[in-house]
C-alpha cells in the first residue's frame, strides 16, 4: 500500500472560486489570466489532469446574457433610454461580466472535476459501445 499525504478536505467552491489548488487550498491554480500551472506550489498536486473545456465559457455567456437582458429589458420598459445609452449601459457591464466570470467558473470546474474525479470516459477493448 502506497503511503500518501493526508489533505484536510478543502471545499471545491472556495478553492476553485479563489483560483487555488484543488487538493490543498493553498497554491495557485493559475499562472496566468486562464493558463492553469503545471502544478501546485504548495502540495505538489499534477494539474495535468484538468480538462475544462468550453464549459466555463459557455455557463458565462449564458448566466450573463441572462442577466443583461433581463435588465435591458427592464431599463427599456421603464425609462425607454434612446439606443446609444442602451449601448453605453450594456457593453461595458457584458464585458466585465464575461471576463470577470471566466476566471472563477474555470476555477470551480477545475475544482469539481478534482474532487469527483471526473476523467474522459475509457472503454475496454471488448466491442461495440450498446451492440
Known sequence: MSETVPF????PVSAGLGGRCPRCGKGPLFSGFLDTAPSCTACGLDYGFIDAGDGPAVFVILIAGFVIVALALYVEVTWQPALWIHALLWLPLTLVLCIGGLRPLK????????RNRAAESRHGGSGEAGA
Not at 484536510?8 to 471545499?11: E, I, K, Q
Open 8 to 11: 484536510p478536505a478543502v471545499s
Open 107 to 114: 476555477g470551480l470546474m477545475v475544482a469539481l472535476q478534482y
